[in-house]
C-alpha cells in the first residue's frame, strides 16, 4: 500500500480564519513533506519533517505552521492567510534513508486551499 | 545550482508515437532522478526513477535515459496513448530533497 491521504479535498477560507490540513499513512515512511502548488506550477517545498523534527523550512512565511505529532500524521495549521496562497497544497512521505542517497516520495491527492 | 531545466513545455502527440522530455540539472551532488505524472486535480505518482550509476533504465512503455557528464536525463514514451496525456515532472535531487522541473503538459490525440 502506498497511499497518503490528505484531509479535507477542499478548504474555503476567510483571511482571518484559522484552519489546519491533516496528512496521514500508514507505510512506516519516517520522512514527511508538504508542497504548495500553484496552477500550471511544478510543487514547490515548504517543510521536511524527517524522524518527527522539522528538518527544512524552505523560509515559509509563519502563518504556516508545521505539526509532526507521530511519524504517521503531519499537520498544516494555518493562520491569516492571503489570497495569494490560494494553491493546491499536497503531502508526501518516504522511507527517510539517512545514509546517503534518495528515495521515492509518496504524494497525497492534496487539498485544494481557496482564500477569500 | 538549483537549477533544472525542463523541455520542452508542452508537447502534442499522436497515438502510437513516441514523447521524448528533457531535464537539465547543475548540482553535481543529486543522486537520484525520478520523472513525476501528474493528472488534474491529483498528487504526482511516480512513473520511473534512475540511479547515477546507470545510463538507461526502462520499465514497459517508459525509459529513462540519463548523461551524468551532460548533467541531463529524459523521458522516453514510447507507444504513446490518450491515457499517458498528463503534465510530467523531473525532479533530481539528494537526500530529502528534489527540486522539480517547470513541467512537460503532454498531449496525445488518438
Not at chain 1, 83 to 88: C, I, K, R
Not at chain 2, 5 to 32: H, M, R, W
Request: include cysteine.
Amino acid at each position: 500500500d502506498t497511499e497518503v491521504t490528505q484531509t479535507p479535498k477542499h478548504l474555503v477560507m476567510g483571511m482571518t480564519n484559522k484552519k489546519s490540513l491533516k496528512c496521514e499513512q500508514h507505510m512506516g515512511h519516517r520522512a514527511m513533506y508538504w508542497y504548495k502548488q500553484k496552477a500550471k506550477k511544478p510543487p514547490e517545498l515548504m517543510f521536511v519533517y524527517s524522524y518527527e523534527k522539522l528538518s527544512i523550512n524552505e523560509s515559509v512565511p509563519s502563518r504556516f505552521s508545521p505539526e509532526c505529532p507521530n511519524s504517521s500524521l503531519l499537520n498544516l495549521h494555518l493562520h491569516a492567510l492571503q489570497p495569494e496562497d490560494s494553491a493546491l497544497y499536497l503531502c508526501a512521505s518516504s522511507q527517510g534513508l539517512q545514509v546517503g542517497g534518495s528515495d521515492t516520495q509518496y504524494f497525497g491527492p492534496g487539498t485544494r486551499l481557496t482564500v477569500l | 545550482q538549483q537549477q533544472v531545466k525542463q523541455s520542452p513545455q508542452s508537447l502534442i502527440v499522436q497515438k502510437g508515437g513516441i514523447s521524448i522530455i528533457n531535464c537539465a540539472y547543475e548540482n553535481t551532488a543529486f543522486d537520484y532522478f525520478p520523472w513525476y505524472q501528474q493528472f488534474p486535480g491529483k498528487g504526482p505518482a511516480l512513473l520511473i526513477a534512475i540511479r547515477p550509476d546507470v545510463s538507461e533504465k526502462k520499465e514497459g512503455r517508459f525509459t529513462i535515459s540519463f548523461n551524468k557528464s551532460a548533467k541531463q536525463f529524459s523521458l522516453h514514451i514510447m507507444d504513446s496513448q490518450p491515457g499517458d496525456s498528463a503534465t510530467y515532472f523531473c525532479a533530481p535531487g539528494n537526500t530529502d530533497k528534489l527540486i522539480f522541473g517547470t513541467g512537460t503538459r503532454l498531449q496525445v490525440f488518438p
